[in-house]
T-cell receptor, first 119, second 118 residues
Framework: AQSVAQPEDQVNVAEGNPLTVKCTYS??????LFWYVQYPNRGLQFLLK??????LVKGSYGFEAEFNKSQTSFHLKKPSALVSDSALYFC?????????????????FGTGTQLKVEL | EPEVTQTPSHQVTQMGQEVILRCVPI?????FYWYRQILGQKVEFLVS????????KSEIFDDQFSVERPDGSNFTLKIRSTKLEDSAMYFC????????????????FGPGTRLTVL
C-alpha cells in the first residue's frame, strides 16, 4: 500500500522568507511524487513531479522540491515566499510499478498543508 | 491552456436521491478519474476509467456508484441513492496515454463539484 504524510497542518511564513512544506511517503516500489496546490474554491493545480533523475525538481511559480530516497521525503520549497502563495498544498504519491491494466495509476494524497504567507 | 471542467459547481440533494456529476476531460486524454474530498479530510481516490471500462476502484466505490462516458467528451459519476456521508467535493481528473503501463503522465484535475446531501 502507498501512503503520504504531511506532518504540518499549517505553515506560516513572512513574505520574502524561504518556505518549506514537508512530505514523507511510503510505497512498495519506487515512487512517482507530485505536489498540487488548491486555492479557495478552485480545483487541484499541478505544481511539479518527481519521476527519476535529478533529486531537485523545479516546477511552476518558482516552487521546487527535493527528493530524498533515504529519508523517503519530498519537501516543497520556495526561496522567497509571496502572499499570493497562500493556499492548501497537497503531496501525492504513485507507485512506479505498473498496474495490472495500466489504466489505474491512482494517486494517494496527503492530508494537505495550509500555507499562510503574511506581509 | 486546456482544462478539465466540471458541472455543476455545487449540487444540493435530498438523501436517497440520485445525482449525476459531470466532467469534460481534456480532449486528447484517455484516462479518467474521480476523487473525493470530505470537508477537512484528504483527497481520496474513487475510480479510474480507461477504454470504456473501470480500471481500478476503491472500497468507497460501492454498488451505489457508477461511471460512464456517454459520448466522446463527457465523463459522469452517478450516485444512485445518496447518503449524508456522500457530502463532499468531487474532483474529476484526466491524463494522456504516453508510456502505457509505466506512464509518468500527470493527472490534471477539474475545479470540483461540491455535493451537499441533506
Amino acid at each position: 500500500a502507498q501512503s503520504v504524510a504531511q506532518p504540518e497542518d499549517q505553515v506560516n511564513v513572512a513574505e520574502g522568507n524561504p518556505l518549506t512544506v514537508k512530505c514523507t511517503y511510503s510505497v512498495s516500489g519506487n515512487p512517482y511524487l507530485f505536489w498540487y496546490v488548491q486555492y479557495p474554491n478552485r480545483g487541484l493545480q499541478f505544481l511539479l513531479k518527481y519521476i527519476t533523475g535529478d533529486n531537485l525538481v523545479k516546477g511552476s511559480y518558482g516552487f521546487e522540491a527535493e527528493f530524498n530516497k533515504s529519508q523517503t521525503s519530498f519537501h516543497l520549497k520556495k526561496p522567497s515566499a509571496l502572499v499570493s502563495d497562500s493556499a492548501l498544498y497537497f503531496c501525492a504519491v504513485r507507485d512506479m510499478r505498473p498496474s495490472l491494466t495500466g489504466g489505474g495509476n491512482k494517486l494517494t494524497f496527503g492530508t494537505g498543508t495550509q500555507l499562510k504567507v503574511e506581509l | 491552456e486546456p482544462e478539465v471542467t466540471q458541472t455543476p459547481s455545487h449540487q444540493v440533494t435530498q438523501m436517497g436521491q440520485e445525482v449525476i456529476l459531470r466532467c469534460v476531460p481534456i480532449s486528447n486524454h484517455l484516462y479518467f478519474y474521480w476523487y473525493r474530498q470530505i470537508l477537512g479530510q484528504k483527497v481520496e481516490f474513487l475510480v479510474s476509467f480507461y477504454n470504456n471500462e473501470i480500471s481500478e476502484k476503491s472500497e468507497i466505490f460501492d454498488d451505489q456508484f457508477s461511471v460512464e462516458r456517454p459520448d466522446g467528451s463527457n465523463f459522469t459519476l452517478k450516485i444512485r441513492s445518496t447518503k449524508l456521508e456522500d457530502s463532499a467535493m468531487y474532483f474529476c481528473a484526466s491524463r494522456p496515454n504516453s508510456g502505457g503501463r509505466t506512464s509518468t503522465d500527470t493527472q490534471y484535475f477539474g475545479p470540483g463539484t461540491r455535493l451537499t446531501v441533506l
